[in-house]
């Protein structure tokens, strides 16, 4: 079996070409099923605000800790800056206003998502990664 650094390697490849594979894909704003469809086509304000919500009061919350030394974790000031000033931009109308690229994404991509395939095993596609539990997929 391969290194961990070609497990990473293959593992960033392959979410690399899913993400290259349905670029600018037209058809993705029109599957209903699909989380973040009708934010596309400029549906669902009242969602989107609710959802944008839950970000900005954890980031309070943060802030409110972190102020009160009460934090275990520290963000570098620049990383923190960025968020900060995200946070303070959150509108509805920035957002179904601009033209931004788009693509299909798993939604919950970390290591627990992920099984790696034994050496031994054939596969049709030739990759070791497989993506699992597409529930936040969008």
Sequence with gaps: NPHCKE???????AAAELHAHYWQDESLPKLPW????AWAQALGEDVWKKSQQVAV??????????????????????LH?????????????TYVSAKRPWTLVHGDFHPANMMWRNASVPSSDGRQVIFLDWELVG
């Design 7 to 13: 497990v990473a390697a293959q593992t960033f490849r």
């Design 34 to 37: 699909l989380r973040g469809s």
């Design 81 to 93: 800056a960025i968020v900060d000033a995200s946070m303070k931009k959150v509108s509805w109308d």
């Design 57 to 78: 009061d954890c980031w309070d919350q943060f802030l409110r800790k972190e102020e009160a030394g009460e934090s275990p974790v520290t963000w570098p000031e620049d």
